[in-house]
């Protein structure tokens, strides 16, 4: 019997976006549909890639069971959404759907760590995903990418970024004399920054490009933020009151730069203890409360594991998704958080109409 729109609709509308848990023709996403007595083709417009296979398996099945003989579903990623950190005028890297930066109030605080392991949990979820290490004055993604001391292709004027762990990284640390220490004012920063994200690099086409910030609310992140069109920010605590109080300044360093915050991630959370109990070395609990105070969104909390660090060191961050199942299902947490407040970002309204054959 042939199908018409309504029943499409209908099908398709008992498949939800597993980010947004609302269901993609009421979210815009669903935006074109052929129908050819039980042929079915629809193109959906992905907020995030990590929800590309989801998706598509949902809509076969809804469509199936709605009596489609032949099912077509093409999916394709949603436009950048425009960033309030960058003018209407600014087009620095147009291939790079979200730019997110990770940022802290503190040094110590793990942020580099969360930024690498972030970027192969969004990869490992179905994005192409870029890394930049943007911590200048302490770069340690060399060595937590296994990269250290290695020198990056160079393509005429162009540098090509690493390729490792599935995702593409550019650090600055790979491209000064090991263990010297860079002292830079502020205009030096802004140079180098500029030319490795856009004018030096040959970025591909990526998802997300995750930024590791220098940590504090100096010109340095600020050169950053004012370079690139940010999606948002992630600010990354420890648990005691005084981390807590820097991140709070580097929160409101974002909203003043008009950068939205996309959560506040709990790191060195607890410690899971051989007997099964935890010891809450810092105070478990105070950068999700410190996130409900400032109505953010509150990412996720990352215990200390040992094998955190040992992967670190060993510069290996796949190892954290294969291994200890605890800690994968921490970070695993943390980036399906933040892929949703991604697509809660670049959620447009309305939705625009469908284009219906």
């Known amino acids: 019997m042939p199908l018409n729109q309504d029943q499409v609709l209908a099908a398709l509308r008992t498949v939800k976006d ?13 935006k074109q549909i052929d129908i050819n007595d039980t042929a079915v083709h629809v193109r959906i417009e992905l907020n995030t890639p990590t929800s590309k296979e989801i998706i598509e398996r949902e809509a076969r099945t809804a469509l199936m069971q709605a009596g489609a003989t032949t ?12 960033s309030p950190t960058a003018g209407p005028q600014r087009a620095v890297l147009p291939q790079v759907k979200n730019i997110i930066a990770v940022g802290a109030g503190k040094g110590g605080v793990g942020k580099s760590t969360l930024a690498a392991n972030i970027a192969v949990g969004l990869q490992r979820m179905g994005a192409t995903v870029g890394l930049m290490d943007g911590d200048i004055y302490g770069p340690s993604m060399p060595t937590m990418l296994g990269i250290k001391g290695q020198q990056p292709e160079v393509r005429g004027p162009k540098i090509i970024p690493f390729h490792v762990h599935g995702i593409h990284a550019v650090t600055i640390g790979a491209l000064v004399e090991q263990d010297k220490p860079l002292i830079w004012r502020g205009p030096m920063a802004h140079g180098a920054f500029k030319q490795l994200f856009s004018d030096n690099t040959l970025w591909p086409e990526l998802d997300y490009m995750i930024v590791d910030l220098p940590p504090g609310t100096g010109d340095v992140p ?52 051989p007997d099964g109990t935890v010891a809450d070395i810092f105070g478990r609990g105070g950068a999700e409360k410190a996130a409900q105070n400032l109505n ?44 949703g407040q991604v697509s809660l970002r670049n959620l447009r309204a309305p939705a625009p109409e469908l284009n219906i054959i």
């Open 296 to 339: 953010l969104p509150f990412l996720g909390a990352l215990p200390l594991y040992t094998e955190l660090r040992v992967n670190s060191d060993a510069g290996d961050p796949t190892k954290n998704f294969t291994g200890n199942p605890k800690l994968a299902e921490a970070l695993n947490q943390i980036v399906q958080n933040l892929a």
């Open 71 to 82: 099912i077509k579903v093409e999916t394709s990623p949603a436009p950048r959404a425009p």
């Open 18 to 30: 597993p980010e947004l848990f609302k269901d993609i023709v009421t979210l815009g996403m669903v």
């Open 222 to 273: 600020l050169t950053l933020c004012q370079l690139l069109p940010i999606t948002g920010a992630v600010v990354v605590a420890t648990p005691q009151q005084v981390a807590l109080d820097d991140a709070v300044r580097a929160v409101k360093m974002f909203q003043q730069l008009g950068a939205p915050i996309l959560g506040i991630v709990e790191n060195m959370s607890y410690m899971p203890l």
